[in-house]
C-alpha cells in the first residue's frame, strides 16, 4: 500500500500542475475531477508517465493528462521535435514539414495545432487540405524535398486512441540517432515554451496536386498492365472503413485500368467513431463483415478494404466452395513476394541486383520463395522503418522490389517509406487479374504456393495487460522467458535461441554467436528442429506483448489444406500450453 500511496502522491503532484492558466478551462476540470474522485485509476492511468515514443511515435488514449493525447502532449512533442530540426540542420532558412491526418476524432485539431507550432518555430508547413493515406504524407515529404513530417493517426486502434507518427527526411519514420535525439529535446519542453500561436504565411494548403503526383509513383508497382487491360472487368468490392482511403483508393484502382468497382457506401462516410465495426483493424475479420455481404450480393471476386489510415490491407477470396475467406498477412506478404518475383522474372524484369525484405516475426517461406529464385531476402525488425531503412542502406546500389510484415502491411515501390495499401490493393487486384487470367482464384494461387513451398501455419496471440500494472507484468513476462527460455515448444526441441536486446544467437550445443542487426530490440525468438519458430516481443504501440507462432508441414494436394490448417491449430495450442498462455 505504501507504493500505491507514493504512486498517487506522484501522480497527484503532476496533474497540479495541470491546473495552472497555461491549460484552458475544459482540461482543468476534467484534471479536477479526477483529482476529486476517490477511485484513483483514472488519474494514475493519466499522469503515472509521460506519453513516449515507440516504434510508431506517439499513441495513446485520448482525453487530459501526460499519458493521454492531447493539444498538449502534442504541442509539447511539436516542440520538441521543431527543437531538433532546428538543430539538426543549423543555419538552413528554408526547413519544411508535411502534416496530415486521417479520419480521428480530433485528427484535424492536433494537425492545425501541429502546424502552427512548427510555423511558429520558423519552418514552412505544408497541410493537407483534408485525411490522407499515411503512404501520401511519406510520399509527398520525399517529393517536396521536406525535412521532417507528421502524420496524426493511430492508425487501427479503436476510437479512443489518436497518434503522432514523426517522418524524417527519407520519407521514413524516424530511427536512431534522431528518434532519441527527438525525445531528449521533447523531454527538455514544458508547456510554456510551446509556441502555440502559427505563422499562417509559413502555412501552405496541399491536396489534389499531391494527389496526382502520388498515384502517378503508385503506377511504378504495376508488374504487368496487359493483364490488366484483359481482366479490366475484375469484380472489386472495397471498403476505406470510414477512413482516408476513400479519398485515393478507387481512383488508383481506375488508374490502373480497372473499371468494375464497387465501395461500400456506409464504411465510405468518414467517421472517427466506426460505427459500423467493433475495432477498425483489418486483422480483425468483424470488421470485414460488410464487404463481404456486399461482395456476394454483386457475385465480386475479391473484396479488400484499408485501415483509417489506409496504410494497411485486407484481402478476401472465394475458396472452392464459393465462401469467403479472408487471407492473413504472411498470406497476403508471401502471394505478394512470390507474383512479383514471378511475374518480374517472366517479363525479363530482375537483372539479378534485387531484394525483398521481410521482418523477423514474418513468415520463412518467404525466404524459401526467394532462395529458390535467387533473389536476396533480407530480415529486418517489426516496423515498417527498418523496412525503409533497408532501402535506404541499398539505395543506388540495388533494386527494392516489395517488403512487408504479417501485420497486413505491404510496400511494393521505393518512392514511399511506409507500409502503403494503396498501392498494394492496386497490385492484389493485378494479382487477382493474372490468376483470373489463367483460370484461377487467388485462393487456388496461395495453394499453389503452398504445393510448392511448403505449408506454414501462423498465429499471433496477443497477450494485453492495460495501465501501469500491466507495463510492469508485461515487462517481467519478458525478463523471465529471458532468463529461463524453453528447451521444447509443443514437444518440438528448440535448437537456436536469438535474444535480440543481447544481439546474441545460442545454438543447440550451447555455442553463443552474434547476431548482425543495425539496433537492439526487446525480441526473443525460438527455433525448432521441424521448422516451428516462436517470436515473443512487447508491442511498441499498444499495452500487449505478443507471441508469433509458425508451425510448419507437407501439403500434398490442394485438398490437403485444411487437414494442413487443423493439425497447425493443434500444434499451435501445445505451444501456447508449453509458454503458459493457457
Not at 15 to 44: G, H, Y
Not at 95 to 106: F, M
Not at 477 to 505: I, W, Y
Request: aromatic residues 8%; negative net charge.
Amino acid at each position: 500500500m505504501a507504493n500505491n500511496a507514493e504512486l498517487i502522491q506522484q501522480c497527484e503532484e503532476r496533474a497540479k500542475k495541470w491546473l495552472s492558466p497555461s491549460f484552458d478551462e475544459e482540461t482543468r476540470c476534467a484534471v479536477q475531477a479526477m483529482l476529486d474522485n476517490e477511485d484513483k485509476t483514472d488519474l494514475i492511468d493519466a499522469f503515472y508517465r509521460d506519453l513516449e515514443f515507440g516504434t510508431g511515435g506517439l499513441r495513446g488514449i485520448m482525453g487530459a493528462g501526460t499519458n493521454r493525447m492531447n493539444k498538449y502532449i502534442v504541442g509539447m512533442a511539436t516542440q520538441g521535435f521543431a527543437n531538433y530540426i532546428n538543430k539538426a540542420f543549423p543555419g538552413r532558412t528554408d526547413l519544411s514539414v508535411v502534416v496530415g491526418h486521417d479520419c480521428r476524432n480530433n485528427g484535424r485539431m492536433f494537425a492545425e495545432t501541429v502546424a502552427d507550432i512548427f510555423s511558429a518555430n520558423g519552418i514552412k508547413v505544408y497541410l493537407f487540405e483534408s485525411l490522407r493515406p499515411t503512404p501520401e504524407i511519406s510520399f509527398a515529404i520525399r517529393q517536396l524535398g521536406c525535412q521532417a513530417g507528421v502524420n496524426v493517426t493511430a492508425s487501427h486502434n479503436p476510437k479512443e486512441y489518436n497518434g503522432y507518427k514523426a517522418y524524417w527526411d527519407d520519407g521514413a519514420q524516424v530511427l536512431a540517432p534522431h528518434d532519441k535525439g527527438i525525445i531528449d529535446e521533447v523531454n527538455k519542453v514544458t508547456i510554456d515554451d510551446v509556441k502555440f500561436e502559427g505563422d499562417k504565411d509559413r502555412i501552405v494548403i496541399i491536396g489534389g496536386e499531391m494527389d496526382w503526383d502520388y498515384l502517378q509513383a503508385v503506377k511504378e508497382a504495376m508488374v504487368d498492365q496487359d493483364v490488366i487491360l484483359r481482366q479490366k472487368d475484375l469484380n472489386i468490392v472495397y471498403s476505406p472503413m470510414h477512413g482516408a482511403g476513400r479519398v485515393i483508393i478507387p481512383e488508383a484502382l481506375r488508374s490502373w485500368g480497372f473499371q468494375n468497382i464497387h465501395v461500400v457506401p456506409e464504411q465510405m462516410v468518414i467517421d472517427g467513431n466506426f460505427p459500423t465495426v467493433v475495432s477498425p483493424n483489418p486483422e480483425n475479420a468483424e470488421a470485414m463483415t460488410l464487404g463481404m455481404k456486399l461482395g456476394t450480393k454483386l457475385n465480386a471476386d475479391l473484396v479488400i478494404a484499408s485501415d483509417p489510415d489506409a496504410d494497411r490491407l485486407a484481402i478476401v477470396c472465394r475458396n472452392p466452395k464459393g465462401e469467403w475467406e479472408i487471407l492473413n498477412g504472411n498470406q497476403t506478404c508471401m502471394m505478394f513476394s512470390w507474383y512479383i518475383i514471378a511475374n518480374k522474372k517472366k517479363l525479363g524484369q530482375l537483372k539479378g541486383n534485387e531484394f525483398l525484405v521481410k521482418t523477423i516475426v514474418t513468415t520463412e517461406l518467404i525466404k524459401k520463395i526467394a532462395d529458390k529464385n535467387g533473389v536476396e531476402l533480407r530480415d529486418c525488425y517489426t516496423g515498417f522503418k527498418w523496412i525503409a531503412n533497408e532501402i535506404r542502406v541499398s539505395e543506388g546500389v540495388k533494386k527494392y522490389i516489395g517488403g512487408g510484415e504479417e501485420s497486413f502491411g505491404f510496400l511494393p515501390f521505393d518512392k514511399v517509406r511506409d507500409k502503403d495499401s494503396p498501392a498494394s490493393i492496386c497490385l492484389i487486384c493485378e494479382i487477382a487479374a493474372w490468376a483470373k487470367d489463367n483460370g484461377k482464384t487467388l485462393y487456388d494461387l496461395l495453394m499453389d504456393i503452398y504445393l510448392e513451398y511448403g505449408f506454414s501455419k501462423e498465429v499471433t496471440v496477443n497477450v494485453v495487460r492495460p495501465g501501469k500494472t500491466g507495463a510492469d507484468e508485461i515487462k517481467q513476462m519478458m525478463t523471465n522467458f529471458r532468463n529461463n527460455p524453453p528447451a521444447d515448444l509443443g514437444g518440438s526441441k528448440v535448437v537456436v535461441s536469438k535474444d535480440f536486446l543481447k544481439l546474441e544467437q545460442t545454438n543447440a550445443d550451447g555455442s553463443k554467436t552474434p547476431i548482425d542487426m543495425p539496433d537492439k530490440s526487446n525480441v526473443l525468438q525460438w527455433f525448432c528442429d521441424d521448422g516451428t519458430k516462436v517470436s515473443v516481443r512487447p508491442s511498441g504501440t499498444e499495452p500487449k506483448i505478443k507471441f508469433y507462432i509458425e508451425v510448419k508441414d507437407t501439403m500434398k494436394c490442394e485438398g490437403c489444406y485444411e487437414r494442413c490448417s487443423e493439425a497447425g491449430l493443434e500444434k499451435v495450442e501445445s505451444i501456447k500450453k508449453s509458454l503458459g498462455l493457457e
